[in-house]
């Protein structure tokens, strides 16, 4: 096959490609792989944060057996919880709520595999802002991942 022919059927076989909605370029997990090898060398963490504690009083007087319950009582404003990947199964033992891990742990896993968290969403792919699911009284929490 000379020249002519070998860039004819390249081009064809592009053209093809793009009518069949298949992409020529390389795929995000192929133009990376380099990173995603050097990212499983590091050793990721996982701060969260307790950023605040809310109450919505008028839904707590609504539906609430105890209206009177007040904000979470289980965390703090400022308090921290660095997490590995040692500790991510082990949270439940008394560390941390059982609902609100249910909400943010998928989250804490991805941080702690070296996953971004919130690609797109937030000026910082390795931070994310996310709460428990309590209507009437949601913690909210700021999740960073750290590479070591």
């Known amino acids: 096959m000379d020249r002519r022919d070998f860039v004819q059927s390249g081009t064809a076989l592009a053209t093809g490609f793009a ?19 050097r990212r ?9 944060t307790v950023l605040r504690r809310e109450l919505y009083q008028d839904l707590a007087d609504q539906y609430l057996a105890d ?3 007040g904000k979470c009582p289980y965390f703090i404003e400022g308090q921290e919880f ?14 941390f709520c059982s609902e609100a891990w249910d909400c943010i742990s998928r989250y804490v896993y991805a941080a702690l595999q070296g996953g971004s968290i ?9 931070i994310m802002i996310a709460c428990c699911n309590d209507g009437t009284r949601p913690v909210i929490f700021k999740l960073e991942r750290f590479d070591e």
């Open 19 to 37: 009518l069949a909605g298949v992409s020529t370029q390389l795929s995000y997990a192929e133009e990376t792989q380099e990173s995603q090898e």
């Open 67 to 69: 209206p009177k319950s």
């Open 82 to 95: 660095l997490v590995d990947s040692a500790d991510f199964f082990r949270m439940l033992n008394g560390k």
């Open 118 to 126: 919130m690609r797109g969403w937030t000026n910082d792919e390795r």
């Open 40 to 48: 499983k060398s590091m050793i990721h963490k996982c701060k969260i």
